[in-house]
C-alpha cells in the first residue's frame, strides 16, 4: 500500500510516520501532486496557523490537488480545519470539502483546549472497535462546529465536531497518532478503508 502524507511545511510529520511504522506501514512524506494523486491513502496533518498553512498550499497548487482526490484522505488537527468551507483563524477561506465553518472557542473555556478529552457519538468506520467516550489527545483553539457531516463530537464548553467525513474525506480534530491504543485503531480503521 502506497501512503503519503502531504509535505506542506505544517505538522507534526516524525510522530505520525511513527505511529503508521508502529502498524508496519511506512509513510512518504511528499508534495508533489503526481506521486500524492498516485498514493492508495493520504494524510493530510498539520499543526500551525490556518492563513499561513493555506498560503503554502496554494504557493505549491496543493489547494487545487487536494478537494479532487478520488482515495481515502485523512485531515489531522489543522489539516481537518483547512478541509472546511472557512475559519476566523486569520479569516481564510479552506478548501471546501468540507460545508462547515470552524470558529475559536470562547473565554469561558481555556484555550487552548490542551490535553485528553473524550469522543462520543462515534459513526462510520473510522471508529470500528473505538468505544464511545474514548479518550483522545487534542490541543487547538478553533472547532469545527458540529453538523449533519459530524462523525464524533466532543465536548468543550459547547458539543463541537471532532471528526468530520464526507464521501472519501474524513478529518480528526484530535491527533491519533498520540491517542494510545484507539488513537491507533483509528489510523488502523483508515489503512483498511
Not at 482526490?69 to 468551507?85: F, H, N, S
Not at 470539502?97 to 475559536?104: A, C, D, H, S
Not at 464526507?166 to 484530535?174: A, C, E
Request: net charge positive.
Amino acid at each position: 500500500m502506497k501512503l503519503v502524507i502531504i509535505d506542506y511545511g505544517a505538522g507534526n510529520i516524525k510522530s505520525i510516520q511513527f505511529a503508521f511504522k508502529r502498524l508496519g506501514y511506512k509513510a512518504i512524506l511528499s508534495s508533489d501532486p503526481k506521486e500524492i494523486k498516485r498514493a492508495d491513502k493520504v494524510i493530510f496533518p498539520g499543526v500551525g496557523e490556518a492563513s499561513s498553512a493555506m498560503q503554502k498550499l496554494k504557493e505549491s497548487g496543493l489547494d487545487i490537488l487536494i478537494p479532487k482526490l478520488k482515495q481515502p484522505v485523512l485531515g489531522i488537527c489543522l489539516g481537518m480545519q483547512l478541509l472546511c468551507k472557512s475559519t476566523e483563524e486569520g479569516n481564510t477561506i479552506g478548501l471546501g470539502v468540507f460545508n462547515v465553518e470552524v470558529k475559536r472557542f470562547s473565554n469561558k473555556v481555556k484555550v487552548p483546549q490542551m490535553g485528553w478529552n473524550t469522543v462520543t457519538n462515534l459513526k462510520s468506520k473510522l471508529f470500528e472497535n473505538v468505544k464511545e467516550d474514548a479518550f483522545m489527545y487534542l490541543i487547538h483553539s478553533y472547532y469545527a462546529e458540529a453538523n449533519t457531516q459530524s462523525i464524533a463530537t466532543t465536548n468543550y464548553g459547547l458539543n463541537y465536531a471532532s471528526a468530520l467525513q464526507k464521501d472519501n474525506f474524513y478529518g480528526v480534530q484530535f491527533h491519533p497518532e498520540k491517542s494510545s491504543i484507539d488513537g491507533e485503531q483509528i489510523l488502523k480503521n483508515f489503512l483498511e478503508l
